[in-house]
């Protein structure tokens, strides 16, 4: 093995290394081995070509995922449409029997039975003194969801009814019924909620691990019970951070860039924006770190920052075998950082990285997820990685924390690659179920294969001897990361 002197640092310092040194044990500041500042000076042609970090399985990374993501401490929140998305931390119990007393459910007239159609005296809460009992030759006018009074225990329809008479002008309610006839007879308790047929005094409404969705129905159970506040899992603070030379913010471009293509280099930052309109449609709080240059100053002020301010920092770009990929080494080394994974068996996203790094403050470590730069394997891998962990951290069970599989007819053959594959497509509902439309040409770096896909096709593996596509008119599992539509 060749021994090569390089000249590195800012002392110029000379250090004969053989080319099995250049490793991440060079990174790792091994007091024999060259500094990370130094390692940067080496020209690319001499560094390590083999990731130092083990190729982990789909299933593998996702266990780890859900492993070390633990949800977050509860808090108190009010009942409101900003507690949607959040999962309860404690049972919900009705303090007490709903509804309290027997309530109608139907607009007509309170009645005892048994009576005798005719004609009735009409009561109204104008004219029945609260708590006083119905006579028998009257009943109580009465609308849906009211109690009934005392002396009444069935309610007929007005529907089955017809004005008998009406107050004149002269005894002060003009217009209004004064008698009834009952055309029909009813039984005891017809068209009446009883007691505690919803709910009974100490009954479980709603249980610790639900989610409270965007829907309504876990709401109104709580506004149901009288419920202002209820315990849940905080849901997590999300930082974003981008990294690369190369990379533009969209409202900083200059205007060279905005009116013409020449002279320009620059590339448009789009993973931060798209994954910021992600997060914050999901109602997650959002942390613009904004963009790091290719230096370890730079990156580890903007780590740091995000890590101190965030439960969850989400990096892209960085994470692969480029000359200034970064983002694992200075995870290790200058944030004390575990990688539980630094590559991923999977296409698109095969750099996709996960660490824990310890907070300043001593409290529960920080999670990362360091995911590719470019714009497809970066959504990909938020879906399938990062949601789940936000999920989890929120309260989710690890069961729940995943986006769901679906089975989808595919319109068209998709060719298979040795790695498991995940296919941008468009599902949509049809008469005969639904299909599967690709988005076009699936390069990791093409960002118009995102644009209108609510689905990633799981594609298996190519295996030697088995089919190399999946062809036309099969079924295949499909993420569903957006809403179905026709």
Same mark, same amino acid.
């Given at each position: 093995?060749?021994?090569?002197?390089?000249?590195?640092?800012?002392?110029?310092?000379?250090?004969?290394?053989?080319?099995?040194?250049?490793?991440?044990?060079?990174?790792?500041?091994?007091? +024999?081995?060259?500094? !990370?500042?130094?390692?940067?000076?080496?020209?690319?042609?001499? *560094? #390590?070509?083999? &990731?130092?970090? $083990?190729?982990?399985?789909?299933?593998?990374?996702?266990?780890?995922?859900?492993?070390?993501?633990?949800?977050?401490?509860?808090?108190?929140?009010?009942?409101?449409?900003?507690?949607?998305?959040?999962?309860?931390?404690?049972?919900?119990?009705?303090?007490?029997?709903?509804?309290?007393?027997?309530?109608?459910?139907?607009?007509?007239?309170?009645?005892?039975?048994?009576?005798?159609?005719?004609?009735?005296?009409?009561?109204?809460?104008?004219?029945?003194?609260?708590?006083?009992?119905?006579?028998?030759?009257?009943?109580?006018?009465?609308?849906?969801?009211?109690?009934?009074?005392?002396?009444?225990?069935?309610?007929?329809?007005?529907?089955?009814?017809?004005?008998?008479?009406?107050?004149?002008?002269?005894?002060?309610?003009?217009?209004?019924? +004064?008698?009834?006839? !009952?055309?029909?007879?009813?039984?005891?308790?017809?068209?009446? *909620? #009883?007691?505690? &047929?919803?709910? $009974?005094?100490?009954?479980?409404?709603?249980?610790?691990?639900?989610?409270?969705?965007?829907?309504?129905?876990?709401?109104?159970?709580?506004?149901?019970?009288?419920?202002?506040?209820?315990?849940?899992?905080?849901?997590?603070?999300?930082?974003?951070?981008?990294?690369?030379?190369?990379?533009?913010?969209?409202?900083?471009?200059?205007?060279?860039?905005?009116?013409?293509?020449?002279?320009?280099?620059?590339?448009?930052?789009?993973?931060?924006?798209?994954?910021?309109?992600?997060?914050?449609?999901?109602?997650?709080?959002?942390?613009?770190?904004?963009?790091?240059?290719?230096?370890?100053?730079?990156?580890?002020?903007?780590?740091?920052?995000?890590?101190?301010?965030?439960?969850?920092?989400?990096?892209?770009?960085?994470?692969?075998?480029?000359?200034?990929?970064?983002?694992?080494?200075?995870?290790?080394?200058?944030?004390?950082?575990?990688?539980?994974?630094?590559?991923?068996?999977?296409?698109?996203?095969?750099?996709?990285?996960?660490?824990?790094?310890?907070?300043?403050?001593?409290?529960?470590?920080?999670?990362?997820?360091?995911?590719?730069?470019?714009?497809?394997?970066?959504?990909?891998?938020?879906?399938?990685?990062?949601?789940?962990?936000?999920?989890?951290?929120?309260?989710?069970?690890?069961?729940?924390?995943?986006?769901?599989?679906?089975?989808?007819?595919?319109?068209?053959?998709?060719?298979?690659?040795?790695?498991?594959?995940?296919?941008?497509?468009?599902?949509?509902?049809?008469?005969?179920?639904?299909?599967?439309?690709?988005?076009?040409?699936?390069?990791?770096?093409?960002?118009?294969?995102?644009?209108?896909?609510?689905?990633?096709?799981?594609?298996?593996?190519?295996?030697?001897?088995?089919?190399?596509?999946?062809?036309?008119?099969?079924?295949?599992?499909?993420?569903?990361?957006?809403?179905?539509?026709?």
């Amino acid at each position: 093995m060749p021994n090569l002197v390089c000249r590195a640092g800012p002392l110029g310092l000379s250090r004969i290394i053989t080319t099995t040194t250049i490793t991440t044990s060079i990174i790792n500041m091994g007091t +024999k081995f060259l500094l !990370l500042e130094h390692y940067l000076t080496i020209p690319t042609s001499l *560094r #390590n070509r083999v &990731s130092p970090y $083990r190729l982990v399985s789909m299933d593998e990374a996702m266990r780890l995922v859900l492993e070390v993501s633990k949800p977050l401490e509860p808090v108190t929140l009010d009942v409101n449409s900003r507690l949607a998305g959040h999962v309860l931390s404690e049972d919900v119990t009705a303090p007490h029997a709903l509804p309290a007393t027997p309530t109608t459910n139907v607009d007509g007239y309170a009645v005892q039975v048994p009576y005798k159609k005719g004609t009735f005296k009409v009561l109204t809460p104008a004219t029945l003194r609260l708590g006083s009992k119905v006579p028998s030759d009257s009943v109580y006018r009465i609308n849906t969801g009211a109690p009934l009074p005392p002396g009444t225990n069935a309610v007929i329809m007005v529907e089955d009814t017809q004005v008998g008479s009406q107050f004149s002008a002269e005894e002060g309610e003009e217009g209004e019924e +004064k008698t009834v006839e !009952l055309l029909a007879e009813v039984d005891v308790g017809e068209n009446v *909620r #009883n007691a505690g &047929s919803d709910v $009974r005094a100490g009954d479980k409404v709603l249980a610790a691990g639900d989610v409270i969705s965007g829907l309504g129905g876990e709401i109104g159970a709580l506004a149901f019970v009288g419920r202002r506040q209820v315990k849940a899992y905080r849901k997590p603070v999300v930082a974003l951070l981008s990294t690369g030379n190369e990379l533009v913010d969209l409202q900083q471009q200059s205007s060279q860039a905005e009116g013409s293509s020449e002279g320009w280099s620059g590339v448009i930052d789009t993973n931060r924006p798209s994954l910021g309109a992600i997060l914050e449609g999901m109602g997650y709080e959002v942390i613009d770190i904004g963009i790091a240059h290719d230096d370890i100053e730079a990156h580890v002020s903007a780590l740091s920052d995000g890590i101190s301010r965030a439960d969850v920092l989400v990096t892209t770009g960085g994470t692969s075998m480029g000359a200034s990929d970064l983002l694992k080494p200075l995870l290790e080394r200058n944030l004390k950082g575990t990688i539980h994974f630094g590559r991923v068996a999977m296409k698109p996203g095969k750099p996709t990285t996960f660490a824990s790094v310890p907070s300043a403050n001593g409290g529960r470590e920080k999670l990362v997820f360091g995911l590719p730069g470019n714009p497809a394997s970066a959504l990909v891998t938020f879906y399938l990685f990062v949601f789940p962990a936000l999920r989890r951290l929120g309260g989710w069970t690890p069961e729940g924390a995943e986006l769901p599989r679906v089975p989808v007819e595919l319109t068209e053959s998709l060719p298979l690659d040795p790695r498991p594959e995940f296919h941008r497509v468009h599902v949509r509902i049809t008469s005969s179920g639904l299909k599967a439309f690709s988005t076009g040409g699936q390069r990791s770096s093409r960002v118009a294969s995102l644009a209108g896909a609510n689905g990633l096709v799981a594609l298996p593996a190519l295996v030697e001897g088995g089919p190399k596509v999946l062809e036309k008119g099969q079924i295949a599992k499909v993420v569903l990361i957006g809403e179905l539509q026709t």
